[in-house]
């Protein structure tokens, strides 16, 4: 046989044994994408609807840069108790800053729209699932800063009164390990735990030529993070957790069946409704945030949560 002869055979047995070879399928995966309404219906920790502030606080909704979660759980009813649903997420913790907490360096995010986590459908266990319940850890977005303030400019005071856009990195998670964190462009160095409230600051601005950068920290009061959960009479969570529960529907359960041929994309809704709450100064009450005022950050937790299935 020549040498020529010997080649197309060759072609014939690897073309052959690439025909014989099965199409691979891709395994059907439940999607969670995360979703940022700042019009959806703002409720308080028990699931009421709150459309109001108290009367000495004021509001933002923010412009969300990104979130990230650290527990996602399917319960199936409002009797379900947390950690006896299908738990489907649980993100690493440590305990290199004393107690356990959730290990910042290993988080996942998230913008609007864009997948979270997904697990293979086959993992999860089938039945109808009423509740969903997700432990927000991390936030980050824009909101506005009012500077009412005289600058000193060449020799001559100068006021300045003008809103500027500035970066929160918002911790909202039972207790966070952070090493270092960057909030905007700029970087804090931390080397402990932090707990739920905790919070890092950034603002860059312009003032008459003049760059003014701001970078801080601080820390919420303990139990002040809205953590809004409608059945909290029948299925508690965790003093301290950030364990946001939301329903699917009682006439629109997530169902899944264990024979699925097809991704189920789950679009979580939160309620960035006014989340982000501080205390006005008095003689300052014009719904602007003035931390020149002493106005303090008391809440920074989402306003509800609304899943929704997609087949």
């Not at 003032?207 to 303990?222: C, D, I, R, V």
Request: proline share 5%; charged share 15%; aromatic share 12%.
């Amino acid at each position: 046989m020549t040498r020529i002869s010997y080649f197309f055979v060759l072609v014939l047995l690897l073309t052959g044994f690439n025909g014989c070879k099965k199409t691979e399928t891709a395994t059907p995966k439940l999607i969670f994408k995360f979703k940022f309404d700042p019009a959806q219906a703002r409720f308080d920790s028990f699931g009421n609807l709150q459309t109001t502030l108290p009367a000495t606080h004021a509001g933002q909704s923010p412009s969300f840069n990104a979130m990230s979660a650290h527990y996602i759980e399917l319960a199936q009813g409002a009797l379900t108790q947390v950690g006896t649903g299908a738990v489907v997420y649980h993100a690493p913790e440590v305990t290199t800053g004393g107690s356990t907490a959730i290990d910042f360096s290993q988080s996942r995010f998230a913008k609007d729209g864009e997948v979270f986590y997904e697990v293979n459908l086959k993992d999860v266990a089938p039945g109808d699932y009423e509740y969903l319940r997700v432990s927000l850890a991390y936030q980050n977005y824009d909101v506005n800063l009012f500077i009412d303030t005289i600058y000193n400019y060449l020799g001559v005071n100068v006021p300045i009164q003008a809103e500027y856009p500035c970066t929160v990195a918002s911790f909202i998670g039972y207790n966070t390990y952070l090493t270092n964190y960057k909030v905007k462009n700029q970087s804090l160095t931390v080397n402990t735990n932090k707990k739920q409230g905790y919070w890092g600051f950034e603002m860059s601005a312009d003032f008459y030529g003049q760059p003014y950068n701001l970078l801080t920290s601080g820390q919420a009061p303990a139990g002040a993070t809205t953590v809004v959960n409608p059945i909290a009479a029948t299925s508690p969570i965790p003093n301290g957790s950030c364990l946001v529960t939301g329903t699917f529907g009682s006439a629109s359960k997530l169902k899944i069946t264990g024979t699925e041929t097809k991704d189920i994309v789950v679009t979580v809704s939160l309620s960035t409704n006014k989340s982000f709450e501080w205390i006005e100064a008095s003689g300052h009450e014009d719904g602007k945030w003035e931390p020149s005022k002493g106005e303090v950050i008391v809440d920074m937790g989402v306003r509800g949560m609304i899943p929704s299935a997609q087949y």
